[in-house]
Nanobody, 124 residues
Framework: EVQFVESGGGLVQTGGSLRLSCAGSGFTFDDYAIGWFRQAPGKEREGVSCISDSGDSTYYAASVKGRFTISRDNAKNTVYLQMNSLKPEDTAVYYC?????????????????WGQGTQVTVSS
């Protein structure tokens, strides 16, 4: 069974940092591009950052570029999202998702498997 499990969310003050982890199991991890998405209350889910299967190509939404860093450790079947200089508008449930193949995509409909999400709350 393919599974993605996110962890690392929590409550942090404006300007603080968090590192999210996405652990995959039940499949060949380095066959999948991974994306991080988020959904704030009352808003649609949006793509935040993505990484190719080998980690040599990444994408960042304009709203997080320069503040967030995505990386992966295929030996540990884990993708990370380092989030620095957090703002209240980063508050959302963060999801990781897997897409078979090398290339990432910022569009959620192109991802086959999803985790359950982890809550990130940034207080002002």
């Amino acid at each position: 069974e393919v599974q993605f499990v996110e962890s690392g969310g929590g409550l942090v003050q404006t300007g603080g940092s968090l590192r999210l982890s996405c652990a995959g199991s039940g499949f060949t991890f380095d066959d999948y591009a991974i994306g991080w998405f988020r959904q704030a209350p009352g808003k649609e889910r949006e793509g935040v950052s993505c990484i190719s299967d080998s980690g040599d190509s990444t994408y960042y939404a304009a709203s997080v570029k320069g503040r967030f860093t995505i990386s992966r450790d295929n030996a540990k079947n884990t993708v990370y999202l380092q989030m620095n200089s957090l703002k209240p508008e980063d508050t959302a449930v963060y999801y990781c998702a897997g897409r078979y193949g090398r290339i990432w995509s910022p569009y959620e409909y192109e991802y086959e498997y999803w985790g359950q999400g982890t809550q990130v709350t940034v207080s002002s």
